[in-house]
């Protein structure tokens, strides 16, 4: 690595999940000498490494951390943080503030949404949109609500993660069987249950179709009892995590990509899913809901098909449209790569967070 590099800091809330590609992008990515912290860890060197702080059971000590921080940052000489997600930002504003260090707030989906972190966050958040140098969202409707929770809109920056187009390549859908694809974790916002029940309805129709389901959560076990109970379960395979190259396999075997987001009771909401992008990038039509981000990538009868949220008849009805007409799926998926190859790359995510970053870093 250039030592003559400026140095930066990304900070998770979480220690590396295995869903959050977009943040090992930015670490490897940016082209900046980039040290990543998950809160209550520090770096050994670089990169993905971390050890716990050595300080015993003191490290849950928040005025501890902070000041390790604070001491880890002013040794290394970092020149801005970039904190992946609004808790993160809200855990480094006081130290970047105290340091004079330009602070890059990156908001996804849960942290802008959900009731419990908005009641716990709301005086926090509204300290960290006067603190914070620059706010980021992947969705035009993210970027409404931060504004409805007190941002300033010119301190907001519209940025989808965007798909790895290298690793995500094209073929063409048509020519595969019927074969859908899901993948995500199983939890509520992207209900996997009701892609279940809309798969079971269109499997009436087509026998010979069938679902595939990668990805782990607390829904998981509940969704194989429920293939189960269906007497489907000769039909719905459950991979469980697999690697990001495997996914792109997947994606060149299938018909087409299907996803029921919806909006929680407690309002959990979704950015703008990367596994959308990343179907389209792969020539896969998408079969999805009109759920936050969603409609922004996926143009409906264009590149995929859309549904209300719990619309489970309909989405049935759109799985059996691309089941049986190989060519429409065909057409959706070729337009659908051409609209991520032009407006949703990963590529242009990096050089669109770069632009801010180097504004910043020059101010």
């Given at each position: 690595m250039n030592d003559s590099k400026r140095r930066i800091a990304i900070v998770s809330t979480n220690k590396e999940k295995y869903s959050e590609t977009f943040i090992r992008a930015h670490v490897t990515k940016l082209p900046y000498y980039v040290f990543y912290l998950h809160t209550g860890y520090l770096p050994t060197k670089y990169g993905m490494e971390d050890l716990p702080l050595a300080c015993g059971a003191d490290a849950e000590n928040k005025t501890l951390l902070k000041l390790s921080i604070k001491k880890f940052f002013i040794e290394n000489k970092i020149e801005l943080v970039l904190a992946q997600y609004g808790p993160s930002g809200v855990k480094m504003m006081d130290i970047c503030s105290e340091l004079n260090i330009p602070l890059i707030v990156y908001f996804r989906g849960y942290d802008a949404y959900r009731e419990d972190m908005l009641k716990e966050y709301a005086a926090d958040y509204r300290k960290l949109f006067q603190t914070a140098s620059a706010l980021f969202v992947v969705s035009n409707a993210m970027k409404a609500q931060l504004q409805r929770l007190g941002a300033q809109a010119e301190k907001i920056y519209y940025n989808p993660s965007g798909a790895d187009t290298e690793v995500f390549q094209y073929h063409d859908a048509g020519k595969n069987p019927p074969v859908f694809l899901a993948t995500g974790r199983f939890e509520a916002s992207k209900s996997p249950h009701l892609t279940i029940l809309a798969f079971e309805k269109a499997l009436l129709q087509i026998p010979d179709?069938?679902?595939?389901?990668?990805?782990?959560?607390?829904?998981?076990?509940?969704?194989?009892?429920?293939?189960?109970?269906?007497?489907i379960?000769?039909?719905?395979t459950f991979k469980g995590i697999v690697s990001h190259k495997e996914v792109a396999k997947l994606m060149s075997q299938c018909r087409a990509f299907v996803q029921h987001s919806v909006t929680t009771p407690s309002n959990d909401t979704e950015g703008t899913?990367?596994?959308?992008?990343?179907?389209?990038?792969?020539?896969?039509?998408?079969?999805?809901?009109?759920?936050?981000?969603?409609p922004e990538v996926v143009e409906q009868d264009k590149t995929g098909l859309l549904v209300e949220e719990g619309d489970i008849d309909g989405m049935a009805q759109y799985i059996i449209?691309?089941?049986?007409?190989a060519a429409l799926a065909s057409m959706l998926g070729e337009a659908g790569r051409r609209k991520i190859t032009r407006d949703f790359?990963?590529?242009?995510?990096?050089?669109?967070?770069?632009?801010?970053?180097?504004?910043l870093l020059h101010h």
């Open positions: 179709a069938r679902l595939v389901m990668v990805g782990e959560g607390y829904l998981l076990e509940a969704c194989k009892i429920l293939t189960k109970a269906l007497k379960e000769h039909a719905v899913p990367v596994a959308v992008m990343e179907a389209s990038a792969s020539g896969l039509p998408v079969i999805a809901t009109l759920h936050a981000g969603i449209n691309l089941g049986e007409n790359t990963a590529q242009k995510n990096i050089e669109r967070l770069t632009t801010v970053i180097e504004r």
